[in-house]
């Protein structure tokens, strides 16, 4: 068994695949073509149901079903309109995996899920959430920094790793945010990690759907330039989202003190100004993955942005993964093997 088998063998064992390298989901990206064909090739795809209408997400599920025989995820959002309805739907459809994202599930919904067959993921931010997941039944738990696209929460992976990788024993824990090279992965699951997400080198994939401009935008993107929502000041409450920066988040900014302007003047109620805000960004996301508005739409990508350069098929990206994370272990291990025979220069 290669070091990297061995290291993984208990998210491999968990997720029933062959790579427990997880596919994010990713709202009109992660569909259920682009979900089987991870699933396909070895790796673990999350079909998103964001804001789907049930009926969609039923049929979605359906056909990832009918496209591979391999698990998968359903991912829910705790806070979604349909949210209920979308748990109903995924027990009902056996998926054999569910992840709560959003905020955290109650106990009831978790028992649900796992009273159906389906085994539990959700994200956890805090060492003392975990526990409470842990302690409400999830069967493993998923850390995402701060450096992760899309909805995220304010701590960083490297805190969190800290905070709940050294401490929490009890389930597999997968890590996500930032990552898109195999070397990191050899560390992180050195560290004790049980697999890993990623999310914005898999939208450089041939198998995904956006359009291509969305893609090139990934492409031609820094590190930098991958930033959360702003909020200009306390008087409104935005939620934090982590994007390309365009003149969609420049007009974003001007909206709010627009809108906190009018509220001094009593000119808006803080209700309106509030749905403004929340109302800005509906439909974004959609417009710049299917249509391409890379200007205002919202661009939600990691700042591993700035790691990738190039469309490849899926199958190459796992590969090179893999063999990068197995290239840096036999480096570790020679580093270590130089520290345990007491040789110099070899740092």
């Avoid at 790796?43 to 149901?49: D, E, I, R, V």
């Avoid at 739907?89 to 919904?109: C, D, L, M, T």
């Avoid at 365009?246 to 509030?274: C, M, P, V, W, Y």
Wanted: proline share 3%; charged share 25%; aromatic share 6%.
């Amino acid at each position: 068994m290669s070091n990297l088998e061995t290291l993984w063998q208990r998210g491999k064992k968990f997720l029933g695949v062959t790579h427990p390298i997880i596919a994010g989901a990713m709202t009109w990206i992660s569909d259920s073509h682009f979900v089987s064909a991870v699933c396909n090739e070895g790796a673990f795809g999350c079909l998103a149901a964001g804001n789907m209408e049930p009926r969609l997400l039923d049929q979605e599920i359906r056909r990832t079903q009918a496209l591979t025989d391999n698990p998968f995820a359903v991912n829910l959002i705790t806070i979604a309109p349909h949210y209920k309805e979308h748990l109903n739907i995924a027990v009902k459809n056996k998926v054999p995996f569910i992840i709560f994202a959003g905020s955290y599930p109650r106990q009831p919904e978790i028992r649900t899920a796992k009273e159906n067959g389906a085994k539990v993921l959700s994200f956890a931010s805090t060492e003392s959430l975990a526990k409470r997941l842990i302690d409400m039944g999830v069967d493993a738990l998923i850390l995402e920094g701060s450096e992760a696209g899309g909805h995220v929460g304010h701590v960083s992976l490297g805190i969190l790793l800290q905070q709940v990788l050294f401490k929490v024993q009890e389930v597999p824990i997968f890590v996500a945010g930032g990552i898109a090279t195999g070397a990191y992965i050899a560390h992180l699951l050195l560290m004790g990690a049980a697999g890993i997400q990623l999310g914005t080198l898999f939208v450089l994939t041939e198998e995904c759907r956006a359009h291509p401009k969305f893609k090139e935008a990934f492409i031609r993107a820094r590190a930098r330039d991958a930033v959360a929502t702003p909020q200009v000041g306390s008087e409104l409450k935005v939620v934090s989202v982590r994007a390309l920066k365009n003149k969609g988040f420049d007009r974003f900014s001007e909206l709010q003190i627009e809108l906190i302007q009018k509220r001094k003047k009593k000119e808006i109620s803080h209700t309106e100004a509030q749905y403004q805000v929340e109302n800005y960004w509906v439909g974004a996301l959609r417009r710049a993955v299917q249509e391409g508005d890379i200007e205002y739409g919202s661009l939600m990508a990691g700042q591993s942005a700035g790691l990738v350069n190039q469309v490849k098929p899926l199958k190459d990206v796992i590969s090179d993964l893999i063999h990068e994370a197995e290239e840096e272990l036999k480096k570790v291990k020679a580093r270590m093997q130089a520290l345990l025979d007491n040789r110099e220069g070899n740092w």
